[in-house]
């Protein structure tokens, strides 16, 4: 179990950045790393930006579906992450006994001992990518011929990877997009859509760059999969400097091939999503135009209108 021992301590200039949103108001800290509020100039922000992003996708034709920030445990497993993240998943156990052991629970809570012996699995855990549960909401219908587009709207998801860094958090908001189409399509849209996400970003005034990437896979295995994801190409990130000693990704763009639809019984499709990490474009605008928006430069004030 991660202590506070564990937790990366934000250096430098990125610890100072953390201070100076602290001490303005526009993050709010709590007892935890990486469990971290909003202040109301950073709500409006990501809320701005939010509705920029509607307006870059409006021609996209997508559907939106949103989902709770809780999916079917089911789910997870079948889709392998707590073989390929189990340091990031996070899972929902609920109390399920009797008096006396709710006594007992209770008393031990109230010390702040660990309590957690009284808990079982409530079949739940926490969506830990806005895309995830869509897979399985699109088996329920039957996706088009000609593919399909989702818009999951700023979903709340989570990932363990408690941290000192303001732009590293334990619950954030991802506006994705998701598309399920016919397997020589799928690719050119994430190509499509992540040189568009690259303009877009960089129209806001951000110094943009993409790369390609790989995903945190866990342990000894995960690097044999991660120099593979490199290899062919499956993920792109955009990058922004956010304060720490390497530029951030603020947005994703991933290619699954058919491993979603194939899980789900999807049909002959492939699948691809882009990720928008909404708090780290915040962070990014603040951090490159300063922490007085009123100083903003006006073509990016404009643009966020
Ligand atoms: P990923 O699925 O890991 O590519 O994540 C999609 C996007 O979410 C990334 O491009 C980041 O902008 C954002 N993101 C990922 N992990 C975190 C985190 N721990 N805290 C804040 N934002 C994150
Ligand atoms: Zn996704």
């Known amino acids: 179990m991660a ?20 001490a303005e108001g526009l993050l709010i800290p709590s007892s935890v790393a990486g469990v971290t509020g909003q202040g109301p100039a950073f709500v409006d922000l990501r809320q701005r930006l939010d509705a920029r992003i509607s307006k870059l996708v409006a021609d996209e034709g997508a559907v939106a579906m949103e989902f709770p920030p809780i999916e079917p445990r089911h789910d997870m497993e079948s889709v392998g992450y707590l073989t390929s993240f189990p340091q990031l998943a996070g899972s929902v156990f609920a109390f399920h006994g009797e008096d006396a052991e709710a006594l007992a629970l209770g008393e031990q809570a109230h010390a702040h001992q660990d309590w957690s012996g009284h808990l079982q699995s409530a079949g739940i855990v926490m969506v830990p990518a806005a895309c995830h549960p869509v897979y399985p909401a699109l088996a329920r219908q039957q996706v088009p011929p000609d593919g399909i587009t989702i818009d999951t ?26 598309r399920a189409g016919p397997a020589d399509t ?24 993409f790369d390609e990437a790989n995903d945190p896979f866990f342990g000894r295995s995960g690097k044999v999969l991660a120099r593979s994801q490199r290899a062919q190409k499956l993920k792109f990130e955009i990058l922004v400097p956010v304060g720490g000693d390497h530029p951030t990704a603020v947005a994703s763009f991933n290619a699954h091939g058919d491993h979603f639809a194939s899980v789900f019984g999807l049909g002959p499709v492939h699948t691809a999503c882009l990720g928008f990490g909404m708090e780290r474009c915040v962070l990014a605008l603040l951090f490159t135009h300063g922490t007085d928006v009123s100083q903003w430069p006006a073509d990016v004030l404009a643009e966020l209108s």
């Open 153 to 178: 709207g700023p979903a709340w998801v989570f990932r363990h990877e408690p941290s000192d860094d303001p732009s590293r958090l334990v619950a954030f908001h991802m506006r994705e997009l998701v």
């Open 3 to 22: 202590s506070a021992m564990d937790v990366p301590q934000a250096t430098g200039s990125q610890g100072e950045f953390r201070d100076k949103l602290v």
């Open 186 to 209: 799928v690719g050119a849209w994430r190509d499509a859509w992540r040189d568009r996400a690259l303009q877009f970003l960089q129209s806001l005034g951000l110094p943009a760059v």
